[in-house]
C-alpha cells in the first residue's frame, strides 16, 4: 500500500519561496503520477500541478504559472514542488496525493487515490 508523507512547510515571507516533499513508502513512486493540491478553511481543495512518471506536466491552477515547479527524482522515491515569489493568498495546506500511472494525470482531483497527510504553508509578513 503506497504512503505519501508531505514535508518542508512553514512560514515564508511574501516574495519567498519554499520546497515541499512528497515521500514515498510502501510502492515505488515511479509508478505513479503524482499532484500537489492545496486546501484553505472553507474551500474546496484546489488542484495545484500534477507530474506522470514520464515527467510530464498538468497544471490545474493557472495562478501557480511561472511561480511553482512540480519535478520528481524516482531514486529518492519523491515529487517536489518548488515554490517561488510566494504571496499570502498561497496560504494553506499543501497534499501531494497520487494515482497509478497507467492512467493519464487525472482531470479532476477527486480521482487521485492515495493521499497525504498534508503540510502546512503560511505566507505572511
Known amino acids: 500500500q503506497l504512503q505519501l508523507v508531505e514535508s518542508g512547510g512553514g512560514l515564508v515571507q511574501p516574495g519567498g519561496s519554499l520546497r515541499l516533499s512528497c515521500a514515498a513508502s510502501?510502492?515505488?513512486?515511479?509508478?505513479?503520477?503524482i499532484g500537489w493540491i492545496r486546501q484553505v478553511p472553507g474551500k474546496e481543495r484546489e488542484g495545484m500541478l500534477c507530474i506522470d512518471s514520464s515527467g510530464g506536466i498538468s497544471t490545474y491552477s493557472e495562478s501557480v504559472k511561472g511561480r511553482f515547479t512540480i519535478y520528481r527524482d524516482n531514486a529518492k522515491n519523491t515529487v517536489y514542488l518548488q515554490m517561488d515569489s510566494l504571496k499570502p493568498e498561497n496560504s494553506g495546506v499543501y497534499y501531494c496525493?497520487?494515482?497509478?500511472?497507467?492512467?493519464?494525470?487525472?482531470?479532476?482531483?477527486?480521482?487521485?487515490?492515495?493521499w497525504g497527510q498534508g503540510a502546512q504553508v503560511t505566507v505572511s509578513s
Open positions: 496525493a497520487a494515482r497509478p500511472r497507467r492512467y493519464p494525470c487525472p482531470r479532476t482531483i477527486a480521482d487521485f487515490d492515495y
Open positions: 510502501g510502492d515505488t513512486l515511479d509508478y505513479y503520477n
